[in-house]
């Protein structure tokens, strides 16, 4: 993602992703002049921004556009807690200050995440078969079988790209 969304993008992209269709200008208007007051031009301007830096796409309707976002609000906001846990010079602390500011209900859904990504991942031993030698007897098999593996070291996710920033910062 290119970078942190403004107060006012937000309330926009809020619409469209609550919507989940493809908006108008109008219609996003119409929803936020029930919160403030604010100009028909001035929500085509910042749709116009986010359409410009990849956040929704637009396709033309007569003479106006539908915008659709592009990707969802949950994946804004994990790309802005990896850009914010990258950035950090000890992740590992980062996270343990992160994890103490969560609510129980915020703790449990990650304890539910973690198990969810655990199940989807493959056990260790089904990605490295036992060799066999022509050493090797019955009797010694479950003894290598047994012995601890050394952990992984953490590394980016399947289809995370190393240095892809969620907010572009450097403004």
């Not at 219609?27 to 929500?43: C, F, G, H, N, P």
């Not at 989807?120 to 089904?126: G, K, V």
Request: zero cysteines.
């Amino acid at each position: 993602m290119p970078r942190r969304l403004g107060d006012l993008e937000d309330a926009v992209m809020t619409r469209v992703w609550e919507w989940n269709r493809p908006v108008t200008v109008r219609e996003v208007l119409e929803d936020l002049q029930k919160e403030r007051s604010i100009a028909y031009t001035t929500v085509m301007t910042v749709l116009d921004n986010l359409h410009q830096k990849g956040w929704v796409r637009r396709e033309a309707e007569g003479r106006a556009y539908r915008y659709e976002a592009v990707s969802t609000r949950a994946a804004y906001a994990a790309a802005l807690m990896n850009e914010a846990w990258s950035a950090s010079d000890n992740p590992a602390a980062a996270l343990v200050a992160f994890f103490g500011m969560m609510s129980p209900e915020q703790r449990h859904a990650l304890r539910d995440a973690v198990r969810m990504v655990q199940v989807d991942e493959p056990a260790e031993d089904a990605e490295q078969p036992v060799q066999e030698t022509e050493e090797s007897t019955p009797a010694e098999e479950p003894a290598a079988e047994a012995a601890p593996q050394p952990a992984a070291e953490a590394g980016p996710a399947d289809g995370d790209e190393p240095g892809a920033s969620a907010t572009g910062k450097g403004r």
